[in-house]
């Protein structure tokens, strides 16, 4: 396969992941620009050290770039990049003794608290409603918001969210499934379809 020159930023992931198989430093970049600040955030939900945060995504790019001509074909280039990086700080504390296997990871503690948008708040009742919502989703267990938050917050197909967190297709469904009927409990169907579609 020839390397593509590329004529913009409008690139699509499985491309740029391809030309970064053959050694491509400007796919490389691209991707490295895409994603950087969404691994960040996602980290820090996993972990408060914001240097060990920023040292594990480095790291997962620095492993991307030096096994670039190993790497396989991968279908959603996004959910492998999180994955990396969960799965690299489930090692620190894997390492720091706080869990004693890489199977105790559904310990870990979720760490980022929702705030549905302001954009959708019409009236004070609204603002009420939204204000409860923010509240009950920052209540689930953690397992649960992080589900959300990859699903919702950062776009990511069910397949996607079971790749990340290290689940089954039908274990991810599941896990979604759950925390959306914790939520239906307090709120009526019509609003939390604004919310979450």
């Known amino acids: 396969m020839e390397k593509i020159k590329f004529s913009g930023n409008l690139v699509s992931d499985s491309v740029l992941w391809s030309q970064l198989r053959l050694g491509d430093e400007e796919s490389f970049s691209l991707l490295f620009g895409r994603y950087y600040s969404s691994l960040i955030n996602y980290g820090r939900t996993l972990n408060s050290q914001d240097e060990t945060v920023k040292d594990c995504v480095q790291d997962v790019f620095v492993d991307v770039w030096k096994n670039a001509k190993r790497l396989s074909d991968v279908v959603f280039v996004k ?13 620190i504390y894997e ?56 699903r919702f ?36 169907v019509p609003f939390l379809a604004l919310v979450f579609n």
């Open 153 to 188: 917050h950062q776009d990511l197909s069910i397949e996607q969210v079971a790749e990340v967190m290290n689940l089954n297709y039908q274990s991810a469904k599941n896990l979604l499934h759950r925390a959306i009927i914790r939520l239906r409990i307090e709120f009526t």
């Open 95 to 150: 390492r720091d003794h706080i869990f004693s296997s890489l199977n105790d990871v559904d310990s870990f503690d979720f760490n980022f608290d929702f705030s549905i948008e302001d954009r959708l708040i019409s009236n004070e009742t609204m603002e009420a409603k939204i204000e409860n919502l923010n509240k009950h989703i920052n209540n689930l267990p953690s397992r649960q918001k992080e589900a959300l938050y990859l």
């Open 79 to 91: 959910a492998y990049l999180f994955s990396c990086v969960r799965n690299r700080i489930s090692k």
